[in-house]
């Protein structure tokens, strides 16, 4: 044996082992979206309740750099900005939230996802447009309610902030990742052992996060099924902690019987990645999955997820409880 050989194996020796967490995480996608308006303060209340692990959060910035929890960087899909203020939009039809201050954003009454053509709701067996009354929460409205809802419960839930657009932001002149890493460390997310995972689906922006901006928490690359990955998972080991691909990738095929399990979360796992897949929904299955509790099966005992986002949170808890996975 060579003497950089045995230094080699030494140096492996030493350093500590990748450890999959002994029980796989369940992340409230957008909250308890599957029974609540997206991303409303209500819809994480829920959401917690219902004893999901984490709780999503999609940052977007106001005009004024307040961070605003919602899935898109326009509005006109969840609120009736359309309404309110109907001079507005920008010359490819959409309303940005970036074009609006806060104290404008909270004129707005959120709602039940929309298709902005038709009118209709996304999912029209969920929670009926029109009804009751929601806002577009600020971050640390979000995270002051969740810190709240630990305390009063006693069961801490973490949180899972997503960076959107983060290279988009940046051409608007507004430098979204700056603006909000120092709140999450304002309210003790700060570190790995904190309940915070970190996501974006730029890998640029991924990077910078880690490097330059100096983020020592838990951060996660999320993948687009539409496009070509930026970096290989050997690279991606080296700045994050895991990777958040959509459903189609852990798993392909038409019908159960022509379903094929990839090799995606065992070659992740072997570059020490842990696997967060999105997005289990129970009305709108993938063609692979028979039933929920077969998509489930199929996810956390034959591909071995770490993870999962879910519009359905409570679903997902009783399924892992179930199979003695919580």
């Not at 060579?2 to 140096?11: C, I, K």
Request: glycine share 6%; net charge negative.
């Amino acid at each position: 044996m060579t003497a950089e050989s045995l230094t080699a194996l030494l140096m492996a020796l030493t350093m500590p082992l990748f450890a999959q967490p002994s029980k796989p995480v369940v992340i409230a996608h957008r909250g308890a979206s599957g029974y609540l308006p997206e991303h409303t303060l209500e819809s994480k209340a829920m959401a917690h309740a219902m004893g999901a692990d984490l709780l999503e959060q999609d940052i977007v910035l106001t005009k004024d750099d307040v961070p605003v929890v919602m899935h898109d960087i326009h509005l006109e899909t969840i609120c009736d900005v359309a309404q309110r203020f109907p001079e507005r939009k920008r010359a490819d039809g959409h309303y940005y939230a970036l074009d609006f201050t806060l104290a404008e954003i909270k004129q707005l009454h959120a709602h039940e996802r929309l298709n902005p053509n038709t009118g209709q709701a996304v999912f029209p067996n969920r929670f009926p447009l029109g009804r009751s009354s929601f806002a577009i929460p600020t971050l640390e409205e979000e995270l002051q309610l969740i810190q709240g809802m630990n305390r009063s419960t006693g069961r801490v839930a973490g949180i899972y902030p997503e960076i959107k657009q983060p290279g988009w932001h940046r051409k608007e002149g507004h430098d979204i990742s700056r603006i909000v890493l120092p709140i999450l460390r304002r309210y003790g997310y700060a570190t790995k052992a904190d309940q915070c995972w970190l996501q974006c689906f730029e890998w640029d922006e991924v990077q910078r996060i880690r490097n330059e901006l100096s983020w020592e928490g838990n951060l996660l690359l999320l993948l687009d099924s539409r496009k070509k990955d930026e970096a290989s998972l050997a690279e991606v080991a080296q700045v994050a902690d895991g990777i958040g691909p959509a459903l189609s990738a852990i798993v392909t095929g038409k019908s159960k019987a022509d379903r094929k399990v990839t090799a995606l979360v065992k070659n992740a796992h072997a570059a020490k990645l842990l696997v967060h897949p999105y997005t289990l929904r129970t009305d709108e299955l993938p063609k692979f999955a028979s039933s929920t509790d077969d998509l489930l099966d199929v996810l956390f005992r034959e591909a071995g997820v770490d993870g999962l986002f879910t519009d359905f949170p409570d679903v997902v808890v009783r399924w892992l409880a179930a199979h003695g996975m919580r």
